[in-house]
């Protein structure tokens, strides 16, 4: 529709614009040309007055009566007074109605007389003893403007047409450059999502074509990791899958009652290894999709730590490992729900990798306006070329351990949803750094 169109709203304003100038010029010629048309009106009177000037009386009656003897045109119709100097009538023409003579006054006045305007002109003729009048009826002035304003009025009405065709292909030639990116756009395969590419783009658009080309990106990149991460799960899946179908085909086959139930163990021990990646899996997509953190508001994040900690309690005992917590109350802006199960996952991979009897530090630093909540275990770490590949999907060091490679993803994921960074090193063991870059409020 023309009123949601870009064209339609361009036109519109410049009609808004010009129009309002040209009316304005309209007018202004209108009235240009009635002073003209007032102008000429009294010329004519002037040029009949002054004809009349060298004729005695007999001949001004003559000169007003004779169809073929006025100064202009046939149509023109001319009304003639004299009055003597003492104000006496001495002649009136056959059509002129009745006038009152006077003596001073405008020498060129619009007069009523007998129920009709008349434009007049007074003229004293000294020499010949003797005062002038010469009329012309208001009625042709208006029939002369009348025409005058259908000849002047015509022209400008075609200019007005034509500036309108103009201006719509003007505006056409103006937002071409568009419609061709809509084109090329409506032309692309579902699957082609490279840089859309138009030239003589106006520098107005430049701005939408670099969004564009940048949602185009950010595009690519998330269906790109879309299918890697299919792909992966979909490998990461089937060795599970097969692990159980093997131990269900053992434990039908075995008949031996402890075989058979250490063979139905492994295949419910691979379930739970199934279940817990594919809620690792449905989990990383949701934070995949995720371009905020959801419901966010201000916690301590010791006290979470603290709750984490707790948790992991019974899990810890079990390896005879000790656990600590160190750190002043911190207030954070964030999402506790993400942020808890973050930690969590730092735990479990701490608890996972630090030997039995060992030991597992959580700590709360603040430095400079950062935030600082650190994992440590005594275990034997990794390798320092390793540690940039922290983090990476599906990425594990050692495969005896339990676990899918997911958790520090997620973990990843989690900070970076905060603005945060994660950092890992060796210190006698692996640390897992979360570094905040505001701290909402200090306890």
Same mark, same amino acid.
């Given at each position: 529709m023309m009123g949601r169109s870009l064209r339609g709203r361009l036109i519109r304003l410049l009609l808004g614009v010009l129009a309002p100038v040209w009316l304005l010029?309209?007018?202004? =010629?209108?009235?240009?040309?009635?002073? /003209?048309?007032?102008?000429?009106?009294?010329?004519?009177?002037e040029q009949v007055a002054a004809t009349l000037f060298s004729l005695d009386m007999g001949q001004i009656q003559a000169a007003v009566d004779a169809p073929g003897l006025h100064a202009f045109n046939d149509d023109d119709a001319f009304a003639a007074w &004299?009055?003597? @100097?003492?104000?006496?009538?001495? %002649? +009136?023409?056959?059509?002129?109605? /009745?006038?009152?003579?006077?003596?001073?006054? *405008?020498?060129?006045?619009t007069l009523e007389i007998g129920g009709q305007r008349w434009r007049v002109l007074w003229v004293k003729e000294p020499l010949r003893d003797r005062w002038l009048a010469v009329a012309r009826p208001w009625y042709e002035r208006d029939e002369l403007a009348a025409g005058l304003a259908v000849g002047l009025g015509s022209p400008w009405l075609l200019s007005l047409m034509v500036m309108v065709v103009l201006i719509w292909m003007a505006v056409g030639r103006g937002l071409a450059p568009l419609e061709d990116l809509s084109r090329q756009i409506a032309a692309r395969r579902p699957d082609d999502l490279s840089p859309v590419l138009a030239s003589a783009?106006?520098? /107005?658009?430049?701005?939408?074509?670099?969004?564009?080309?940048?949602?185009m990106t950010r595009l690519e990149a998330a269906l790109e990791n879309e299918r890697r991460f299919t792909a992966d799960a979909s490998h990461e899946l089937r060795t599970p899958l &097969?692990?159980?179908?093997?131990?269900?085909?053992? &434990?039908?086959?075995?008949?031996?009652?402890?075989?058979?139930?250490?063979?139905?163990?492994?295949? @419910?021990? #691979?379930?739970?290894?199934?279940?817990?990646?594919?809620?690792?899996?449905?989990?990383?997509? +949701?934070?995949?999709?995720?371009?905020?953190?959801?419901?966010?508001?201000? %916690?301590?994040l010791l006290l979470l730590a603290r709750e984490e900690l707790a948790d992991c309690a019974c899990q810890a005992m079990g390896r #005879?490992?000790?656990? =600590?917590?160190? #750190?002043?109350?911190?207030?954070?802006f964030g999402s506790a729900s993400l942020l808890r199960l973050a930690v969590r996952n730092l735990l479990d991979n701490a608890i996972n990798h630090a030997p039995s009897g060992g030991h597992?530090?959580?700590?709360?630093?603040?430095?400079? #306006? +950062?935030?600082?909540? =650190?994992?440590?275990?005594?275990?034997?770490?990794?390798?320092?070329?390793?540690? &940039?590949?922290?983090g990476e999907r599906f990425y594990r060091l050692d495969s005896v351990l339990p676990g899918s490679g997911l958790g520090l993803s997620i973990v990843r994921r989690v900070v970076a949803?905060?603005?945060? *960074? @994660?950092?890992?090193?060796?210190?006698?063991?692996?640390?897992?750094?979360?570094v905040f870059p505001v701290i909402a409020s200090t306890a």
């Open positions: 010029l309209a007018v202004a =010629s209108y009235l240009y040309m009635l002073q /003209e048309v007032d102008e000429l009106f009294d010329h004519q009177l &004299a009055w003597d @100097l003492q104000g006496r009538p001495v %002649f +009136r023409s056959q059509a002129a109605p /009745e006038l009152a003579f006077r003596q001073s006054g *405008e020498r060129l006045q783009i106006p520098d /107005e658009a430049q701005p939408l074509m670099a969004e564009i080309n940048l949602l &097969a692990a159980i179908s093997a131990q269900l085909e053992v &434990a039908m086959a075995e008949p031996v009652a402890a075989a058979r139930q250490h063979a139905l163990a492994q295949a @419910l021990a #691979g379930v739970s290894r199934a279940t817990r990646l594919t809620e690792q899996l449905l989990l990383l997509a +949701r934070l995949d999709h995720l371009a905020a953190v959801p419901d966010a508001g201000v %916690f301590d #005879g490992i000790e656990l =600590s917590l160190d #750190g002043e109350p911190s207030m954070l597992v530090a959580v700590s709360l630093e603040t430095m400079a #306006g +950062r935030l600082s909540l =650190s994992v440590q275990d005594n275990g034997p770490g990794v390798p320092d070329a390793a540690l &940039a590949r922290l949803l905060h603005g945060a *960074e @994660l950092d890992f090193s060796n210190r006698g063991g692996l640390c897992a750094s979360l």
